[in-house]
């Protein structure tokens, strides 16, 4: 076994429920980070009020407008497209991908996003908008690399202070993306907007908090109901389906699990006979209701999670019915429960768009870091990427 694998392969519940084992298992503090989501909220809008957005409105709406990004950062361009909606009155892409599309130009906005400041992906993206004539916007970790190419261009920067890795900086690199699109007059995010997701965003982390029993603590149960499975998630909305697919990044990269994530419309296309598979409908047929607890926790099983949003608005400004999206996941749940493939359930709750993202994402954050330290993994800590970059490295 290498040298750098750590942990074990099954959970240790017990220590989730003890504060001081989980501290001394989380020495890099993702736990603390991911506390700090609402204000995060607060921080960078404040940033985000102190740079000079609003020139960026004096030559009018653009064509289109690209968040040039990978990992959390390429995420943002999702919440803004989606938050946005479909009635946005332009093209709202998120590029993961070294500069720009071929088209961009004059007519159009950049967004380049890194929590580091120094991703291939941003700086090319920001130095191919100079080129080009398009507006830019950075948003990134101050005195950094973005930092230097955007005042280069004479464009706005906003500055997000880095104290984790990125995936624990979703709020702060987000709220900035949000901001530079409403100069534009591309999403309607005002400030109460704002104040409530980040009060959502803190009592989602006081009932997620170390010191909370697993019985009352929705993140450790939502953990402990996935310890040892191949968890699908799957959201009823495209909101609940960027929150789906957020839960995936976090729980692959803290807990090292693999994930099958999307949107529930997607699945209905041939991914919900996952649940008749090997791991889902064929092993729970043939479970042996007299075999000890040792040896049904050596039997991987399927562990759906259901992100449900009813929606908010007109149903003209969706891209589909909110009933259809509802009978979907009931429908979902209904087949589960016929194959006796356990699913969790999380809805949606708030008066915006944001602070509705914010309650699918803020529980299912604190899991995926309580999977990962039951497990005995420092969710902070991921090997492998650091070796994959020094073996990716000249």
């Known amino acids: 076994m290498s040298a750098s694998v750590r ?15 989980l501290a ?33 409105s004096d030559e009018g709406r653009p064509r289109a407008v690209v968040i040039a990004g990978i990992g959390t950062a390429g995420r943002t361009g999702e919440i803004l497209a989606t938050v946005a909606g479909p009635r946005c009155p332009v093209p709202v892409i998120a590029h993961r991908s070294a500069g720009v599309p071929g088209w961009v130009g004059a007519a159009d906005v950049v967004i380049a996003v890194s929590a580091s400041g120094r991703s291939p992906e941003a700086l090319g993206a920001a130095e ?42 979703l709020w702060g690199l987000t709220v900035p993306v949000l901001l530079a699109a409403r100069t534009f ?82 699945a209905g296309r041939g991914r919900v006979g996952l649940l008749d598979g090997v791991f889902g409908g064929l092993v729970e047929s043939s479970r042996d209701i007299f075999a000890d607890e040792g040896e049904e926790q050596d039997v991987t099983r399927l562990r759906v999670v259901l992100l449900r949003d009813g929606g908010l608005g007109n149903e003209e400004d969706a891209d589909e019915p909110v ?24 809805t949606a709750e708030g008066g915006s768009p944001l602070e509705r ?14 999977l990962a330290l039951a497990h005995g993994l420092d969710p902070m800590a991921v090997p492998a990427v650091t070796e994959m970059k020094e073996l990716s490295n000249p």
């Open 323 to 346: 009933a259809v999206e509802e009978r979907r996941a009931d429908a979902v749940q209904t087949l589960a429960e016929r194959r006796g493939v356990r699913c969790d359930v999380v």
């Open 185 to 266: 007059g591309l999403v309607k995010v005002n400030e109460a907007d704002l104040a409530e997701t980040a009060s959502r965003l803190d009592a989602d982390a006081d009932r997620c908090r170390p010191t909370a029993e697993s019985f009352v603590n929705p993140a450790k149960s939502l953990a402990l109901g996935l310890a040892g499975s191949v968890p699908i998630v799957w959201g009823s909305s495209p909101l609940a389906a960027v929150a789906a697919r957020r839960f995936a990044d976090t729980i692959s990269a803290n807990a090292r699990y693999p994930v099958v994530a999307g949107a529930l419309g997607e």
């Open 24 to 56: 001394e298992n989380d020495p890099g503090g993702m736990l603390r980070a991911t506390a700090s989501a609402g204000a995060q909220v607060r921080e960078t809008a404040a940033l985000a009020a102190e740079a000079n957005l609003a020139a960026l």
């Open 128 to 169: 191919a908008a100079a080129r080009r004539g398009a507006r830019l916007v950075a948003v990134g970790a101050p005195d950094s690399l973005l930092q230097s190419v955007a005042e280069g261009a004479r464009a706005p920067f906003i500055p997000v202070p880095r104290r984790a890795p990125a995936r624990a900086s």
């Open 357 to 370: 993202l914010a309650s699918l994402v803020a529980v299912p954050d604190f899991a995926s870091i309580y």
């Open 7 to 21: 942990g074990r392969r099954t959970v240790d519940e017990a220590l989730l429920d003890n504060p001081d084992a």
